[in-house]
């Protein structure tokens, strides 16, 4: 029914009065919305009420934000764990082989001062703390 009504008026009224009328009831929606904002920001609202609210929604943030936060640091702290377990097994590694080296290099110096000491030269470098002993078994059985 009101799409007809609109039909004929639009046929029958002209232009510049169809304008005008869409203007006004513009205004005049504007105008009713703009009263209802300006009674609402006048109503005062009980202290302890807006207290509570206000509360309630700090609380939530503060939640909210300190269950971010803790997760980032979870996150932060897994990364950290794993970089730190890569570094020590690499450094496992590492260690491994020096001791290995030092160990072989040990044992060479302890057959060249062998060797030194069958051929009558004295050894310029000491050998290992254990080597003494060794030395003297060897010495003691060959002859």
Do not use: C
């Amino acid at each position: 029914m009101r799409r007809f009504l609109l039909r004929i008026g639009h046929r029958v009224l002209p232009g510049t009065f169809i304008e005008w009328y869409r203007r006004r009831r513009a205004l005049r929606r504007y105008l009713v919305a703009l009263g209802y904002e300006v009674y609402h920001r006048q109503v005062r609202l009980d202290r302890e009420e807006i207290e509570g609210s206000v509360a309630a929604r700090r609380d939530g943030f503060y939640q909210q934000m300190t269950k971010d936060l803790l997760e980032r640091t979870e996150l932060i702290i897994q990364e950290l764990d794993r970089r730190i377990e890569g570094v020590s097994a690499r450094h496992g590694n590492e260690l491994r082989n020096l001791r290995a080296e030092i160990a072989s290099l040990r044992d060479a110096m302890t057959v060249a001062s062998i060797e030194k000491n069958e051929s009558g030269a004295v050894a310029a470098i000491a050998p290992e703390p254990g080597a003494r002993e060794r030395l003297a078994t060897t010495d003691s059985g060959e002859r």
